[in-house]
């Protein structure tokens, strides 16, 4: 009985080969792409929606917020973090430069205790515990009912431009975390997110808005 022999050409080896290498290299790409999205903060305004509430304008601001891994490590640690929510109004002017209507903040500080393992985010003296991280976050991400300005500095049918973003508050940090701020996974900052609005009816009981997309990343 005759053993026939299969010869595999070499060229097909090569193939083989450089398919192989191909996929490994691309995995090993793609488990550092994850791990470097993961170590960067990441933060944008998703949505702006302006409220006129007892002669109040209120915003309502939807955020997408993610932290990252050394941002989290230095909170279980109980170092708390404070993060600053800003926002500006106009009204546009041909013939000079826009008026500045409204120039606002707004700051969230979330911290840990250790010895009761709970979460708190506070604005000024108010403040809400909960038990998990992602709800301390969610509680930042989340503005409801912000009172920005009192509805008489604007006026009726006259059209308004704002923009809102959210940064880390630096200067409601240690020194020593201030030294790392120039890392990239201390880096937060959002783009500037724009809206118009106006006024509708006497009564100026409603708001009438358009939220545009964010516009190019501006730091302060």
Known sequence: MSVTSIRVK?????????????????????LGLQSVFAQTPQAEI??????????QLVMDVDIGLQ????????L????????????????????WFDRKLVQAQLLR???????????????GDLG???PTYEEALDLVRRVRGWVVAPIDRFDLGNAYEGQVRIQLDMTQ??????????????????????F??????????????????????ARS
């Open 10 to 30: 070499p060229w097909l080896n090569t193939w083989r080969g450089s398919v192989f290498k191909f996929w490994w290299v691309f995995f090993v790409f793609c």
């Open 46 to 55: 998703r949505r702006i929606d302006p409220l006129v509430q007892n002669g």
């Open 67 to 74: 932290l990252s891994s050394a941002m989290r490590e230095v």
């Open 76 to 95: 279980e640690r109980g170092v708390p973090l404070a993060f600053e929510i800003a926002i500006e109004i106009g009204e546009p002017r041909w013939w």
């Open 109 to 123: 500080r979330i911290s840990y205790n250790t010895l009761t393992r709970q979460w708190r985010v506070s604005t």
């Open 128 to 130: 809400m515990v909960v």
């Open 173 to 194: 940090m240690s020194r020593a975390l201030q030294l790392d701020a120039g890392k990239r996974d201390w880096q937060l900052t959002s783009a500037w997110r724009t």
């Open 196 to 217: 118009s609005f106006q006024l509708e009816q006497e009564k100026a009981t409603e708001v009438e808005s358009n939220v545009t997309t964010p516009q190019t990343e």
